[in-house]
Nanobody, 116 residues
Framework: QVQLVESGGGLVQAGGSLRLSCVASGRTFSSYTMGWFRQAPGKERNYVSGISSGGTTWYADYVKGRFTISRDNAKNTVYLQMNSLKPEDTAVYYC??????????WGQGTQVTVSS
């Protein structure tokens, strides 16, 4: 069982930056591939970025070049640095721990609002 707690969301103007954090409980954090997802009002939850236990990273095309995912296994934490934010990035952002390629454990989410 893994419990995830996100933080770092907030209100920012277009072009600004935020860094999201997701702290995981448990001693096996380093073995999980971790992901960030987001869900805008009235829309489905979409994949944003992922990082493997070995540090390989993946990004959705719509955030590539603007967002950076990283992890600190000593702190059981995964980060999402978001730069050049756009109003369309407004959403609740969730982190997830994946098992066999599927998101198994979810955090409660953190709201990101980008004003124009």
């Amino acid at each position: 069982q893994v419990q995830l707690v996100e933080s770092g969301g907030g209100l920012v103007q277009a072009g600004g930056s935020l860094r999201l954090s997701c702290v995981a409980s448990g001693r096996t954090f380093s073995s999980y591939t971790m992901g960030w997802f987001r869900q805008a009002p009235g829309k489905e939850r979409n994949y944003v970025s992922g990082i493997s236990s070995g540090g390989t990273t993946w990004y959705a095309d719509y955030v590539k070049g603007r967002f950076t995912i990283s992890r600190d296994n000593a702190k059981n934490t995964v980060y999402l640095q978001m730069n050049s934010l756009k109003p369309e990035d407004t959403a609740v952002y969730y982190c997830a721990a994946t098992v066999d390629g599927a998101a198994r454990y979810w955090g409660q989410g953190t709201q990101v609002t980008v004003s124009s």
